[in-house]
């Protein structure tokens, strides 16, 4: 069973809708939680990033952590379709360095 | 977010040739630099991460003398690929970690490198 679970997709959905993109993980260390967003043959962008449990918000994204059931969520509100990449989920706990990534999961949205 | 650049981003070489491949971090200084292999449709791969002035640790299964890494300051970190062979063809991203809050991670835009 690998560290973090994400489910790959492709994840389809219309423009305007609420995504929803999730990540599961077996490390109860892990403290600091991100989530990127990379397009096509391009580096990852870091959209956001938490430390520990909670809520946070930033424009049309939302970020959620649940360290009691180690779920971690990413939402979209209004989805565009330049909104359409693979969304990465990254964590790491407090003394390591290294990331820790999910597989990834493709989101298309269509006009 | 603080900026990574990379350079260059898309380099062709004839095997057995060298290729360095540039990591910079432009507005913030990198306490740690990071440098990954992705291949089409997979998540990144982690192969070494370099902290300024010592040497880089090489993750499993990566050999340190095949990709020289070189963190010479707080801003700059170099991926050497030496003898290069197609099957080294990837895209190799780096990262860099700082920024205002100390732990987040910034990634470049990557630099695809392909080994005729």
């Known amino acids: 069973q690998k560290e973090v679970e994400q489910d790959p997709g492709p994840l389809s959905v219309p423009e305007g809708a609420i995504v929803s993109l999730n990540c599961t993980y077996s490390?109860?260390?892990?403290?600091?939680f991100m989530w990127y967003r990379q397009y096509s043959r391009k580096g990852p962008e870091l959209l956001m990033y938490t430390y520990s449990s909670g809520n946070k918000e930033d424009g049309r994204f939302t970020a959620q952590v649940d360290k009691s059931s180690k779920y971690i969520s990413l939402f979209i509100r209004d989805s565009q379709p330049s909104d359409s990449a693979t969304y990465l989920c990254a964590m790491r706990n407090n003394a390591g360095n290294m990331l820790t990534f999910g597989g990834g999961t493709r989101l298309m949205v269509k006009p | 977010g603080a900026v990574v650049s990379q350079h260059p981003s898309w380099v062709i070489c004839k095997s057995g040739t060298s290729v360095k491949i540039e990591c910079r971090s432009l507005?913030?200084?990198?306490?740690?630099m990071f440098w990954y292999r992705q291949f089409p449709k997979q998540s990144l791969m982690l192969m070494a991460t370099s902290n300024e002035g010592s040497k880089a640790t090489y993750e499993q299964g990566v050999e340190k003398d095949k990709f020289l890494i070189n963190h010479a300051s707080l801003t700059l970190s170099t991926l050497t690929v030496t003898s290069a062979h197609p099957e080294d063809s990837s895209f190799y991203i780096c990262?860099?970690?700082?920024?205002?809050?100390?732990?987040?991670?910034?990634f470049g835009p990557g630099t695809r490198l392909t080994v005729l």
């Open positions: 507005d913030f200084q990198a306490t740690t």
């Open positions: 990262s860099a970690r700082g920024g205002r809050a100390g732990y987040e991670q910034f």
């Open positions: 490390n109860s260390a892990f403290q600091y």
